[in-house]
């Protein structure tokens, strides 16, 4: 039975305080005050080529502009159940930059292979991921006037697209984040900030701060640094292979936590080159009790969260900043205090926001449908370390961010397996582990259950695992029966390590709102969603559960091509309005398409699951 649905308005405040997205002002943390920024969102010449055979030996003098774009955008945009174009997509605009100042391009996100070139000589590529956010330095030049030119490719390629290797959601294409233009403050120098990374030592305010750099000289470098806006103070640092570290005291310290997310500002300045960054930080610790349960400032908190894609149908994944503000807004509608950002590096504006309202993330590099081969392919690891390096780097100072994962459902149940593992996992350690406590936890969203092989490598166990609907399909007694089971294997088994429900739920298709609770009807879902929460919420083994998933979303490519649409209502042909489905088959795997296990449906239209959990969840 179908039934239309009505557009819930709710009525929520948040108060945030994203940077605008103008001038020289970067659109998200950290900032540069030593710097001239140029944020070079906005219209692109636009091109696009089906055939092009090597795309990274591409003459760039032979790509041919005949339309415009936005900037940031997807090119491949289409309704839920039709396939985007694939092949090769150029941009190309103007920059006016100052002469003999050394040049930085900044890249939030650019999907799937991505090559740059100015005045149509390339600068670089990246390869490490579509989500991921890159650097390129571009040199200095003599003139002002230049012509900026990216070549993006979105065919799954394992060659120029190596962690692009599949997964259960759409992978949309283009610069779906940000672009900005850094320009150094002196002249004929290369001697940069790349990062100010800060970790939490002590709760009395105590942090270590390392000092990042690019092409400085080793050796003694005279640094100011500022805390909170108050006075500058004066230090020598020590810099060994560019890098230099250091202890600050926090005044008036004031920690961070899901119920008070405080805030804190460094600002570091070498005086060499007159760079300067200013990072934002909280003062959080990570630990683990002795129940095996994760702490964040020696308490232990029942997480509460769900799953997010970063995808509007109207925008793809190049959410604008006004869709990011409306998840945030739902999220805390909901009563989520954490959220498993599936399955890639997250949204800067986002991850701001969730450091303000005080929600917790788990972020992951690019990989669901990792296979054994890519785990012992060097050509592939090579770029999964990289990948998971931007990750780290970019995220390094969000106190949101408390866990990082990798490999969504990967081959762990095979030993042969483990050593893949174990050098993604060392990799994030390497960053955030060589101080105490470390920042970040490691884990990974396993799938294979009791038949993991490889969980010693983890900090904390994970299981996606879907009762009552994959598993037991229709029986609601089956989560309280499945997940109580799961909390004893790893009680036993990892006694010491915190354990989370990482997926789980079912499907609720937004127009069947039926009074019986059929497979695919909203009330089923509720039901089943109820059954899971319930049993995390009551377990005191369990630190937390991100159930799948916040929104709907667009299937990938192969079941778009599958399941095809369902037939639609009359409406407007703009994807910003909300498209009701008329008829749809449910016998395919993604019913027209979509994914349709999300609390709120692609519109961000509430189902009846939305209320049930906020209930929940809601409680203390």
């Known amino acids: ?5 009505l557009l819930l308005k709710l009525t929520v ?10 001038g020289d002002q970067n659109p998200f943390w950290p ?85 740059v070139y100015v005045d149509g000589v390339s600068v670089g590529d990246h390869r490490a991921g579509g989500y991921n956010p890159f650097w390129l330095s571009i040199g200095s ?39 900005v233009l850094h320009q150094l403050p002196m002249a004929n120098t290369s001697c940069y900030i790349q990062r100010v990374e800060t970790f939490t030592v002590s709760l009395a305010g105590l942090v270590n701060v390392n000092l990042v750099t690019n092409n400085c000289a080793d050796g003694p470098t005279q640094v100011q640094y500022a805390i909170d806006g108050g006075v500058s103070k004066d230090l020598t640092v020590t810099l060994s292979n560019g890098t230099g570290r250091f202890n600050v005291m926090v005044p008036n310290p004031q920690l961070w936590s899901l119920d008070a ?46 799953n997010r894609h970063t995808m509007w149908p109207d925008t793809g994944s190049a959410l604008t900043l006004s869709q990011v503000k409306q998840d945030v807004m739902l999220l805390q509608e909901l009563g989520v205090n954490y ?31 990792v296979s054994l081969l890519n785990l012992l392919d060097p050509y592939f690891m090579k770029f999964q370390v990289q990948a998971v390096n931007e990750m780290v780097s970019a995220s390094i100072n969000h ?61 904390v166990v994970s299981f996606n695992s879907y009762p009552g609907w994959y598993n037991h399909a229709g029986d609601l007694n089956e989560p309280a029966i499945f997940w109580k089971y799961m909390v004893d294997w790893v009680s036993s088994h990892q006694p010491t390590k915190p354990f989370f429900i990482s997926e789980t739920g079912g499907g609720g298709i937004y127009e069947w709102q039926n009074a019986t609770d059929l497979f695919w009807s909203q009330k089923y879902q509720a039901e089943l969603v109820k059954a899971d929460v319930t049993v995390a919420l ?28 369902c037939v639609y209502a009359p409406h407007p042909p703009s994807l910003s309005t909300p498209w009701n489905c008329s008829y749809i088959d449910a016998s395919c795997s993604r019913p027209g398409g979509e994914n349709h296990k999300g609390a709120v449906d692609f519109w961000r239209r509430p189902k009846e699951v939305f209320g049930v959990v906020q209930s929940l969840y809601s409680q203390p």
Not at 1 to 5: A, L, N
């Open 1 to 5: 039975m179908m039934r239309w649905g």
């Open 13 to 22: 405040v948040v108060v945030v305080a994203i940077p605008s997205c103008h």
């Open 31 to 115: 900032h540069y005050p030593g710097r001239e920024l140029t944020v070079l969102n906005g219209q692109w010449q636009f091109g696009f080529a089906a055939n092009v055979s090597d795309v990274v030996n591409f003459d760039i003098r032979q790509a041919t502009f005949n339309t415009t774009a936005q900037v940031p955008s997807c090119f491949d945009i289409q309704p839920p159940g039709i396939e985007g174009p694939r092949g090769t997509a150029f941009y190309q605009r103007n920059i006016t930059v100052q002469p003999h100042k050394q040049l930085l391009l900044h890249f939030a996100a650019c999907s799937f292979y991505c090559q």
């Open 141 to 179: 030049f003599d003139s002002a006037q230049h012509t900026l030119t990216v070549l993006v490719d979105n065919r799954f390629n394992a060659t120029t697209a190596p962690t692009h290797t599949g997964g259960d959601f759409y992978m949309y294409s283009g610069i779906t984040r940000d672009v």
């Open 261 to 306: 997310p405080s805030l804190h500002t460094l600002q570091v300045t070498t005086l060499v080159n007159s760079d300067s960054i200013l990072v934002r930080f909280g003062l959080r610790v990570l630990g683990v009790d002795t129940r095996g349960r994760l702490t964040i400032n020696n308490a232990a908190p029942k997480l509460k969260g769900y």
């Open 339 to 369: 959220v498993r950002g599936a399955h890639y590096p997250q949204d800067q504006r986002f991850l701001d926001l969730c450091d303000e309202v005080g929600i917790v993330v788990w972020e992951e590099t690019l990989g669901p449908s």
């Open 399 to 459: 106190p949101s961010v408390i866990l990082h994962g990798f490999y969504n459902e990967g081959p762990s149940d095979k030993r042969s397996a483990c050593p893949g593992y174990n050098t993604s996992a060392e990799a994030i350690r390497e960053r955030v582990s060589g101080h105490f406590p470390p920042s970040r936890l490691v884990t990974w969203a396993s799938d294979k259950g009791t038949n993991d092989v490889c969980l010693d490598i983890a900090d």
């Open 538 to 565: 009551e377990s005191e083994r369990l630190s937390g559960i991100t159930v799948w998933q916040f929104n709907d979303i667009k299937a990938n490519h192969g079941d778009t091509a599958k399941c095809g649409q």
